[in-house]
């Protein structure tokens, strides 16, 4: 959500940052309705103050006996005009509610333009990518040795599924636990364990919603499934003031994660790339706005770790302004390298939201001692996704035999296992 007083301050500086998104000039009608409720307020008030000193009056004039018809009748005329400026403000605030829920976040200065992630600027590259002849992709891998099912998923639930058996689905299990540890132990946030249902308030905080709608599930009852930990990590803090002192909070949550990928019809249909389902580790850091910088080059070398104890080969973009989510300021990718596709693969999202996020769940923090309260700073960051991570793995460690080698720090959640091969 967007400061409504910094717009009325410099609403070029609004249009400009709108631009870059590549949208209209929005600072003419924001203000517009906002300078309709701001002069209904002014009406309603002066009002008010008529009616307390007309009330005062008719006391007075009863006191001396005097006739305060009028003044009474004057009285009812403006109770009411107040229920009507009353009910017509809060449309008005409503209106100029839902303009702002739907602009995106202002990016950051240091965010290259662009159109697209064809703007997208590289910041590193880490790691060697594997070339190996004839590399394989991990679906023909995981169905050659009968542990990852896409027909019976299919039969169950639709396109968009995987069924994984056996090893692979343990290799999977070791993946997101070996991902919490290391945040957790090395990197010092407190694992959560949190609600995957949530109710509508919670994905409009973190700006899934209303503009979003069509790309999240929604239950009968009105309950939404979460298409991040983002959503029920970041909301922790929805309402509250949070001592300056306990900041920045870092949460880590290992969850399924549902996405209705609306939109993404013939898009990475073969394999696990683009699942309905999958399961991810994410990172969520609160923080006071003058920390959030730091903190997002710290998140995102956090996802970077988790890589190179794999020992996978990846490099960090940086997103130009055309391939920027809705609620960042800024966001670094990290690309994992798939050999059996010969590209690079997105796997992680760091994002700074600056206060973005926290002005649409009104969360604060205050200094010791002040009175005065600031919104927080929230940032978020895959830790890695889970599956993505699966599919890195089995392309890089692939065998000539169509085995595959589990890396070194993983064998431990394995049990011991240290190749899997064809039952």
Avoid at 109 to 118: F, L, N, R
Avoid at 264 to 289: C, N, W, Y
Avoid at 343 to 366: H, L, P, T, V, W
Wanted: hydrophobic letters at 40%; aromatic letters at 4%; one cysteine or more.
């Amino acid at each position: 959500m967007h400061d409504i007083r910094a717009i009325r301050d410099d609403p070029e500086a609004f249009d400009q940052a709108m631009e870059r998104r590549g949208l209209e000039p929005h600072a003419g009608p924001v203000l517009a309705v906002d300078e309709k409720r701001r002069a209904l307020q002014t009406e309603l008030q002066q009002l008010q103050q008529r009616r307390n000193e007309a009330s005062r009056q008719i006391g007075a004039a009863k006191q001396k006996g005097g006739d305060a018809q009028s003044l009474i009748d004057e009285v009812a005329r403006i109770k009411d005009r107040m229920a009507a400026i009353e009910e017509e403000e809060r449309a008005t605030g409503e209106a100029l509610t839902a303009l702002l829920s739907g602009l995106p976040n202002s990016p950051s200065g240091e965010v290259p333009d662009g159109m697209d992630e064809s703007d997208n600027v590289e910041l590193r590259r880490v790691g060697e990518p594997a070339r190996p002849n004839s590399a394989r992709e991990h679906h023909v891998l995981g169905e050659a040795l009968g542990l990852m099912d896409f027909a019976t998923a299919a039969k169950l639930s639709g396109s968009r599924f995987v069924l994984l058996r056996g090893a692979l689905a343990r290799l999977e299990r070791a993946l997101g636990q070996f991902m919490v540890d290391l945040h957790v132990r090395e990197h010092g946030y407190t694992e959560v364990s949190p609600p995957l249902l949530v109710r509508e308030d919670a994905l409009y905080g973190t700006g899934q919603l209303p503009k979003f709608a069509e790309e999240n599930f929604r239950t009968t009852n009105g309950h939404w499934l979460i298409p991040t930990a983002e959503v029920s990590l970041t909301n922790i803090v929805a309402g509250e003031i949070v001592e300056a002192t306990a900041l920045p909070l870092r949460t880590v949550a290992l969850t399924p994660c549902f996405r209705a990928e609306a939109g993404a019809a013939g898009r990475d249909t073969h394999g696990m790339i683009r699942q309905h389902q999958f399961q991810k580790a994410e990172l969520v850091s609160i923080t006071a706005p003058e920390e959030s910088e730091v903190e997002h080059e710290r998140m995102t070398r956090c996802a970077e770790t988790v890589l190179e104890r794999l020992g996978l080969a990846y490099r960090v973009v940086a997103l130009s302004t055309g391939d920027l989510g809705f609620s960042a300021h800024k966001t670094y990718d990290i690309e994992v390298w798939l050999p059996g596709q010969n590209a690079y693969r997105e796997i992680s999202s760091c994002s700074n939201c600056g206060a973005f996020q926290a002005r649409r769940m009104n969360a604060r923090c205050r200094a010791k001692g002040d009175k005065a309260t600031r919104f927080v700073h929230t940032l978020n960051g895959s830790g890695v996704a889970v599956g993505r991570a699966l599919i890195a793995v089995l392309e890089t460690y692939q065998q000539a035999d169509g085995s595959i080698a589990v890396p070194d720090v993983l064998r431990p959640y394995m049990g011991g296992i240290d190749l899997i091969a064809a039952a």
